[in-house]
């Protein structure tokens, strides 16, 4: 991974160097332009009863112009009979009264005594399924805590890890470098390409290196989610930076795309260029990085890991130091690293 690096950096070098020494002249008239980058990187009735009128009997009291005779019933027996009949028919009127009214006032009692409206039974809640204890992590945060808690045993538990597979693209194949596009296009192709290196580092090498713990904050993350495949979980990782707002001169480890791969930094590329190359406003702007790991449930290890770092460069002014003049202005290149790693443990 170390030589890889190396070998792009001399390859920038070169592509700038080129640029200036074939540009003599071109290069006064350089066009300022932008890189495009592409990434991969819810009411009771009371009917009483009323006493029956009495009918005259058919053996009414004879005409009073009858005579008197043995066989005749007097007058007097008559009219007691009408009162006798006058006094039972009142009193069975009362009689009846009074029975009904009772009846009303148990029939209003019992009715008092019910309560107005039953409650209607309430269902049962239902009962939750219990989450398994090893279920997958929901939320930023629970997927963040997770990835921190696996990357932490790399440094303390793993034996080792491989670099299985890198690529370093210019997609899309866009370059601005004014009058010498097509010339930094050519050379960026012949030294940007995929390589299997399956080489063999140390644990502490393992993207960001040099670090035992993962010190992504929160702020710079996107969207985080966790698949549960069983025995292992997939965490995959985006950041929330644009291209428009992009982290520029991140430093190794630091707390955006610095946690997550290996940025290449200011000092690289000068260093590279040595006395050749003068740079006036070097920039690395890091954008939308993305990281995707398999952690073991059981161990909570890190067993391999996929690391998306799209960047612009941005050369500012570039100048030969002994003419002492700009030769290029804000020449820019748009550039995806990605890396793959296993770790043993």
Known sequence: MKKSRSIFILCLVFI?????????????????????????????????????ESTPSADAPADPGQPAGPDATP??????????????????????AATTAASDTQDTTAQADQPTEQPADQPAEPQQAEQPADAAPTGNDAV????KEAYAKIAAEASGAV?????????????EAGALSGIAGTLMNTFLKENTPNEQIAAADVPPKGVTSCNLDMSYVGEATCTDNGDTYTVHIKLNT???????????????????????EVSEITGAAGSFIDFEG????????ELTATIEKATKHITEIHIKCPSTMNFGKVAVKPFGRPSIENAR????????FTINY
Request: charged share 10%.
């Open 16 to 52: 700038m160097t080129a640029l200036l020494f074939s540009g003599c002249g071109a290069a006064n008239n350089a066009v300022d332009s932008v890189v495009v980058v592409s990434l991969y990187y819810g009411d009771v009735t009371q009917d009483g009863d009323r006493a029956s």
């Open 163 to 175: 670099h299985t597979w890198n690529n370093s693209t210019n997609n899309p194949p866009i370059v």
């Open 75 to 96: 007058t007097q027996n008559t009219a007691d009979s009408n009162t006798t009949a006058a006094t039972t028919a009142a009193t069975t009127a009362a009689t009846t």
């Open 144 to 147: 963040i805590a997770l990835y």
């Open 282 to 289: 070097l920039e690395n702007r890091y954008f939308e990085g």
């Open 242 to 264: 644009t291209q428009d707002a992009p982290e520029v001169n991140p430093a190794p480890g630091s707390s955006g795309i610095g946690s997550i791969c290996n940025v290449i």
């Open 333 to 340: 290149l748009g550039l995806t690293f990605e890396d793959k």
